[in-house]
Nanobody, 125 residues
Framework: QVQLVESGGGLVQAGASLRLSCAAS????????MAWFRQAPGKEREFVAA????????VYADSVKGQFTISRDNAKNTVFLQMNSLKPEDTAVYYC??????????????????WGQGIQVTVSS
């Protein structure tokens, strides 16, 4: 089993920035893609961003385009999510995922077979 562990969350004020990290436990790791999802209280889990592992193609939810940036360090088996200009509506538990199948399904929950435990991001106004 591959374990994914998120870090870098916390409580910040509106307008601040955070960088989330997600590291895979295995020494060698070769997913098709890694992604970030988030789930706010009382809401469904939603797609945030994804990146293919080899080519580095990125896909973003419309709600975070220009605000969040996903990147990866293949040698470190790590994916990052740089979050700028945070708003209270960005408050959620953020989940890291690995797997993926095709470009067309990168934003689909069912495409991923490994998930982190989630990390809390809280943005106050």
């Amino acid at each position: 089993q591959v374990q994914l562990v998120e870090s870098g969350g916390g409580l910040v004020q509106a307008g601040a920035s955070l960088r989330l990290s997600c590291a895979a436990s295995k020494r060698t790791f070769s997913p098709y893609a890694m992604a970030w999802f988030r789930q706010a209280p009382g809401k469904e889990r939603e797609f945030v961003a994804a990146i293919t592992w080899i080519g580095g193609l990125t896909v973003y939810a419309d709600s975070v385009k220009g605000q969040f940036t996903i990147s990866r360090d293949n040698a470190k088996n790590t994916v990052f999510l740089q979050m700028n200009s945070l708003k209270p509506e960005d408050t959620a538990v953020y989940y890291c995922a690995a797997g993926g199948r095709t470009i067309a399904t990168l934003a689909t929950i069912a495409a991923y077979n490994y998930w982190g435990q989630g990390i809390q991001v809280t943005v106050s106004s």
